[in-house]
């Protein structure tokens, strides 16, 4: 059963990666060259996401990442390491961690740039020349911070070795000093805390949990806020806005479902003490399709947020045409977001 799942895991790993390489090919062609509405940094924020989203799966894919949990902890390894060096593989995990943390990092700055984009014009200014460097810092901090506690916190010691060492023996057939490994153990056997590796799992809560606050915090307030804008707007504006609303709970609701949730119950697992033994590999599937998934979700729902506002385009085209004309002449990029925000309510 085991080399089954493991099995299938890998399979839908590589569709995973099929599929993020894919769709990325069609969305971001037509993110920086079809889509006129996509404009200044934004694009470039769905482009490196949906970059990242092919690195992260081919990372999962090329290095085979594994994830077993077994009573009271959780090994995190792979059975094929590409270099012999298994502390050098020991760091590609650990940068296959980051890489998870730098694109949950990165989707919470393509909220917030959305919401101040629709209601703090002015702050889009930190997102403009050099001081996109805050944004990358931003990522890039989240990012080596997962990887740093991953490696430093996780290494193995003579505790978790000896925990570990009958059962990927008796699992994988394979001992323990012979492939790169990093263990979760909060409680060893004899139920003593382990206080390192509870560390990481606050860590990691932390990082999860600040990202993912600001996604359904923006999320949440772009919805309320914008219903008390449109009080006085058309039926039709409304409907626009219902549209975008059921745009944004998918875009909330599935990063909850593959990179939030998965996560979260394997890492909390071993803190229950169950006598439990089982490969979750599936765990790195899931958050492999998350990309796939976004950016069918750009591809389809978005793309009917696109046609509303090119019906208005079929029913008096050269007023669509007429403001971006106007918009690509005026200087600076959150006046001009702000002018073609304004243009299309109007007509």
Partial sequence: MFDYLNLLSEKLGRVALFLSIFLGLILIPLTLFGIRKIFGTYKYLMVAFTSLGVVLAATETLFHVNLHLYNNGMIYFTLTPILENLEVMAVILSVYAGLYATTISLLAVQFLYRYWA?????????????????????????????????????????????????????????????????????????????????????????????????????????????????????????????QLFRTLVLQITTPTIFLFTPLIIVSYLPLAQLEISFPVRWVFCAISFYPVMDSIIVLVVVSEYRFAVQSREFKNPKKSEHCFRIMEKIPGEYKRIAYFRDCIMRQ
């Fill in 118 to 242: 629709l209601f703090t014009l002015r702050l889009l200014k930190y997102f403009k020349n050099w001081k996109l460097i805050i944004w990358v810092f931003y990522c890039s901090f989240f990012g080596g911070l997962l990887s740093s506690c991953v490696f430093f916190l996780l290494k193995k010691d003579s505790v978790s070795e000896e925990y570990f060492q009958g059962e990927m023996m008796l699992r994988y057939n394979v001992s323990i000093t012979e492939i790169p490994v990093l263990i979760i153990l909060p409680f060893d056997s004899n139920g003593k805390v382990r206080w390192v590796d509870l560390m990481y799992i606050v860590m990691l809560s932390c990082i999860m949990g600040s990202q993912y606050l600001v996604m359904t915090y923006c999320g949440w307030m772009m919805h309320s806020r914008m219903e008390l804008k449109l009080e006085h707007f058309s039926a039709a504006l409304k409907h626009h806005h219902r």
